[in-house]
């Protein structure tokens, strides 16, 4: 079964054999032919559903070179995050232990550290951030974020234990990126408009995903996060309206904001 899932050409099939979700149904009905399902019994969930996990996390990520990867990328993801949603919540840990395994030490150092947001500044809190992330590439963070998004919205309140450590990740990002586009460049360096414009990029991508939990968790305690996100997004909240007048649609940072309010 494992090496079904793992083969590309049968992968899709194979998980369409496989019950993962808790109950009791031994077969399903395709058309007039009966076909056989493979149910995970609750005695092997612990063993197998790790290694099942990783090797599925293998098929969300891009396949570059393929042809047309792109148009298979959504397709892929979708069939496994579907399949992933017969997880129970706990499981799921199983999942973001690899999708946010880059990031690991930044947790845990952000966690042992005390939330002393009120007495630093926000380029001191951005540069903290920057140095604990440096040896994360920023193409691996844009990577990280644009899963999350896919994860967050198909799994939806699957993820709400997780949540903690996804907006950690999330804001620590929006923070570097705040923190590089604060440093002194030379406009002189011809890699210097590409190399910003990805940092920005990336900065926009990280608030719109904290603004996308706020609207689709709208019951959950943000008491401990708030603080810190409104001194990080500081410096964009003071050139909002001028940057409002000249964008066609909510900044980022206004997305979050409203749907803090809202």
Do not use: W
């Not at 892929?76 to 017969?86: D, H, Y």
């Not at 939990?213 to 409104?230: G, K, Q, R, V, W």
């Amino acid at each position: 079964t494992l090496s079904g899932i793992i083969d590309e050409k049968t992968f899709r099939s194979t998980l369409a054999m496989i019950k993962l979700a808790e109950e009791d149904a031994f077969k399903r009905r395709h058309g007039e032919l009966e076909v056989k399902v493979v149910v995970v019994r609750k005695e092997d969930r612990p063993r197998l559903v790790p290694v099942l996990v990783r090797i599925l996390y293998g098929k969300l990520l891009n396949r570059k070179g393929r042809r047309h990867a792109q148009q298979s990328l959504s397709i892929r993801r979708s069939t496994v995050m579907g399949f992933l949603s017969g997880l129970r919540p706990d499981e799921l840990v199983h999942l973001f232990d690899v999708l946010l395994e880059p990031y690991k030490q930044y947790i845990l150092t952000m966690s042992s550290e005390p939330n002393d947001c009120a007495t630093m500044t926000q380029e001191e809190i951005c540069a903290r951030s920057s140095e604990l992330l440096q040896l994360v590439p920023i193409t691996r963070r844009t990577g990280v974020l644009k899963m999350m998004t896919d994860v967050v919205r198909q799994l939806a309140t699957l993820v709400e234990p997780n949540l903690p450590n996804i907006l950690r990740v999330q804001l620590g990002i929006a923070q570097a990126a705040l923190h590089d586009l604060q440093q002194p460049t030379s406009s002189d360096d011809p890699k210097y408009n590409s190399q910003r414009a990805r940092i920005v990029e990336l900065r926009n991508l990280a608030l719109k995903q904290i603004a996308a939990i706020f609207e689709l968790f709208p019951s959950c305690d943000y008491s401990t996060f708030l603080a810190e996100f409104f001194v990080t997004v500081q410096p964009l909240v003071v050139v909002l309206p001028t940057e409002g007048m000249q964008a066609q649609h909510a900044t980022p940072v206004l997305q979050a904001l409203l749907a803090i309010t809202s």
